[in-house]
């Protein structure tokens, strides 16, 4: 029976479009000191819709397309190296361990998987889940600590699901906020992860562990596991790889908006594509994408928001404002500050390097960003865009056994944010 449920789980996760002979391969190209003839060739490749961007350096490349331009990147004195041999192999893999975690599971109800036991984390953080389960596990810690978390809707999706978040909060909590959002890229699930992740440590150390009771009496903590919902649950039930949201674009068969190109600050201008078909398009204008426009109303009406995380995946950056330009802000060395200091946290914790830059010299120019609204028109201090692990050997396909490795790491740099904010 358990080999039937195995088989019948594998059937339903498998990701439709395969990836078989595709390839992440390396750029040997510093993103941070490109010469102009370095960043002139990758912008053209970021103008080819036949290539799909992992990193500022890694791109996947296709049995289609690969040897087009291993031939472009030799006329120009480009070196490259592998990443990730066979897409497919990954994805093959993350979905026997779907297939294994089923068989575990099998007779098991919800509140076993959801329940911590002597104050580890729960089996949920085993692998990853699907939306509704994201969700399932919220009403679940809602039903534990009814005293600390309240359900929020941020808002509905394209095509029609419900965005949820929770507000965390004591009765000691001032008037004062920090919002975290993951999974605004739907492929990047570590990001859905970890979120669910920080909403645990901060609800089930409260009263017995002085750390998290310091920290959800001095803040209310707006929380969004998963914002691109409906980009989420493709990525489960049609392609693993997809990034966008899912609404169509008119007059093109490309379906799905850049959700983080789409915010109403210096939009659809540098490190953007108005080209539908990219994973870079900004949309027909400004919010177009209700799921942007609803996250920002939420932030906007919620006005007492002082720091900020978008979070991603990969490359292990913590990257502040701005992404349209390489101008700072008039808060720069307040927010590089706080970050070098949420980095070291991290180092300490797990011994893994993250880097610390603007979004536009760490990474890449990226307009209509939700950091850059966030501080620009939200007035959030510190407003950040957090890639999680790792640094491209798996990339977006990271395993599931570095989901709680990955949530602690970030949980001691939530730690360093918050007493950051609340000392200054």
Not at 31 to 44: D, G, N
Not at 93 to 108: C, D, F, I, K
Not at 306 to 324: K, N, T
């Amino acid at each position: 029976m358990k080999a039937v449920v195995a088989l019948l789980v594998l059937v339903a996760v498998h990701a439709y479009v395969p990836y078989n002979g595709h390839s992440v391969i390396r750029l040997q190209i510093d993103a941070e000191a490109a010469s102009k003839r370095e960043i002139e060739i990758v912008h053209a490749l970021h103008d080819r819709v036949d290539v799909d961007w992992w990193s500022d350096t890694d791109i996947r490349v296709t049995p289609e397309n690969k040897e087009q331009i291993f031939e472009y990147l030799a006329a120009n004195g480009v070196a490259w190296s592998t990443m990730v041999e066979d897409v497919q192999t990954l994805i093959d893999s993350e979905n026997s361990w779907h297939a294994e975690v089923a068989t575990q599971e099998a007779g098991l109800n919800r509140t076993d998987i959801f329940r911590s036991v002597n104050g580890a984390p729960p089996d949920f953080f085993k692998d990853y889940r699907k939306l509704d389960d994201i969700n399932a596990f919220v009403d679940s810690l809602i039903a534990q600590y009814p005293q600390l978390i309240k359900k929020v809707t941020i808002g509905t999706s394209y095509q029609g699901r419900t965005i949820y978040g929770v507000v965390v909060s004591s009765s000691k909590t001032p008037n004062r906020g920090i919002y975290y959002e993951g999974g605004i890229h739907s492929r990047e699930w570590i990001a859905h992860a970890t979120v669910s992740y920080i909403l645990w440590s901060l609800v089930s150390g409260y009263g017995t562990d002085p750390v998290a009771t310091r920290l959800v009496d001095n803040f209310q903590w707006h929380l969004v596991p998963s914002l691109n919902v409906d980009g989420y649950v493709y990525t489960w039930t049609g392609d693993r790889m997809w990034r966008k949201t899912r609404s169509p674009n008119p007059g093109s068969s490309c379906i799905g908006t850049d959700p983080n190109r789409n915010w109403d600050n210096h939009w659809c201008q540098q490190g953007a594509s108005r080209d539908p078909c990219s994973d870079s398009y900004c949309g027909k204008a400004a919010f177009a994408e209700i799921e942007v426009k609803s996250a920002a109303n939420y932030i906007s009406k919620a006005g007492n928001i002082r720091g900020a995380i978008d979070f991603h995946s990969y490359s292990q950056l913590w990257m502040q404002p701005y992404g349209w330009t390489a101008q700072k802000p008039k808060d720069y060395d307040k927010q590089r500050e706080l970050g070098l200091a949420a980095v070291a946290a991290i180092q300490k914790n797990s011994g893994k390097v993250y880097r610390e830059g603007s979004i536009y010299t760490i990474i890449y120019p990226a307009s209509g960003s939700s950091a850059d609204w966030a501080y620009d028109t939200a007035n959030v201090t510190y407003p950040y865009g957090v890639e999680l692990r790792d640094t491209g050997q798996y990339g977006f396909l990271l395993p599931a056994s570095q989901i709680i490795p990955t949530g602690n790491e970030i949980w001691a740099s939530v730690i360093v944010m918050a007493d950051y904010i609340a000392s200054h």
